[in-house]
């Protein structure tokens, strides 16, 4: 399952010198990582009113160039494979030019939403998933 999203580099992102500051790149994976699930039909307010969360428990993030104001970059999401207890989510972003900016992972759970126990992916999540690999 793959999806992009183009995104313009907004001023607040960048520091002094006009570079994108480092933790934004988390903030863009996840830009994509919603953004996917929205476009194949199930965005993450779904899963949740089924009663199931998705933590975070491990983010991975490899930085090969900076991006800067007035870039445009395209974030690149795709999931390799249909979760049972955690999903794996691998990004990549680029810029204008298609030059590699970063790659990385984010590693969701999922915890029941009352009890805050650890539960397996849900049905509909899978089946989703599954029909777009």
Known sequence: MRSELELAIRYYETDQM????????????????????????????????????????????????????????????IIEKVPLAKLV??????????????????TLGFIDSHTRHPVRCPDSLAGVIEANL
Do not use: W
Request: aromatic share 8%; hydrophobic share 40%; glycine share 8%.
């Open 89 to 106: 989510v691998k990004s990549e972003i680029y810029n204008q030019n298609g030059d590699l900016l970063v790659y990385g992972s984010v």
């Open 18 to 77: 006009g570079i994108v500051h480092h933790s934004n790149y988390i903030r863009f994976f996840e830009c994509g990582r919603s953004d996917m699930m929205a476009k194949c039909g199930l965005p993450i307010e779904k899963i949740e009113e089924e009663g199931v969360m998705l933590p975070i428990v491990a983010v991975e993030c490899h930085y090969k160039m900076p991006a800067k104001m007035g870039d445009t970059i395209r974030i690149v999401s």
